[in-house]
T-cell receptor
Framework: DTGVSQDPRHKITKRGQNVTFRCDPI?????LYWYRQTLGQGPEFLTY????????KSRLLSDRFSAERPKGSFSTLEIQRTEQGDSAMYLC????????????FGPGTRLTVT | GQQLNQSPQSMFIQEGEDVSMNCTSS?????WLWYKQDPGEGPVLLIA?????ELTSNGRLTAQFGITRKDSFLNISASIPSDVGIYFC????????????FGSGTQLTVLP
């Protein structure tokens, strides 16, 4: 399977704990995006990487959130001191270099904060 | 917050019927994408549109990029049970980089 993969698919954590999610983009794609989706809503943009550079961050990305893409391949999204409001589906997408704006999504990580 | 108004919110149709849904905005978009999402999964790209007035088909799906660049439409012809799911429009705002702004989705139910 050469699509976007995410790990884990599900995570249950207690409030105040830290969590980290991983995303592996389509192998030839140099752009990687993180989105958050709550129930009944469309995904909302969090941040965007081109290769290893983080080019854009949403105001939704509070200082408890940090994302990295150290070698321009996989990416991690860490949430520190989780809150119940962080419960959501975290989606990763990738797109190829050049003029294409088509973003291909992974299956997502469902986070539940208890 | 969301800048795209997607309608209808939900639809119940009979198998074999055609379906139309749309997204509108007060802002100008450079690109429109349509996705389908099944429960517990990520959105799957259906159609991409890049030019105002563009009409693009993908099998039974046809989408159009509105000439004002503020709206887009998706039509599904001869619906089948596997068309069930949530359909999202998404666009890239003029002047923004590459982040997608999503509509709130249209829940489609196909009755046998």
């Amino acid at each position: 399977d050469t699509g976007v993969s995410q790990d884990p698919r599900h995570k249950i954590t207690k409030r105040g704990q830290n969590v980290t999610f991983r995303c592996d983009p389509i192998s030839e794609h140099n752009r990687l995006y993180w989105y958050r989706q709550t129930l009944g809503q469309g995904p909302e943009f969090l941040t965007y990487f081109q290769n290893e550079a983080q080019l854009e961050k949403s105001r939704l990305l509070s200082d408890r959130f940090s994302a990295e893409r150290p070698k321009g391949s996989f990416s991690t999204l860490e949430i520190q001191r989780t809150e119940q409001g962080d419960s959501a589906m975290y989606l990763c997408a990738s797109s190829s270099q050049g003029g294409s704006y088509e973003q291909y999504f992974g299956p997502g990580t469902r986070l539940t904060v208890t | 917050g969301q800048q795209l108004n997607q309608s209808p919110q939900s639809m119940f149709i009979q198998e074999g019927e055609d379906v139309s849904m749309n997204c509108t905005s007060s802002s100008i978009f450079n690109t429109w994408l349509w996705y389908k999402q099944d429960p517990g999964e990520g959105p799957v790209l259906l159609i991409a549109l890049y030019k105002a007035g563009e009409l693009t088909s993908n099998g039974r799906l046809t989408a159009q990029f509105g000439i004002t660049r503020k709206d887009s439409f998706l039509n599904i012809s001869a619906s089948i049970p596997s068309d069930v799911g949530i359909y999202f429009c998404a666009g890239i705002l003029s002047g923004s980089a590459r982040q997608l702004t999503f509509g709130s989705g249209t829940q489609l139910t196909v009755l046998p």
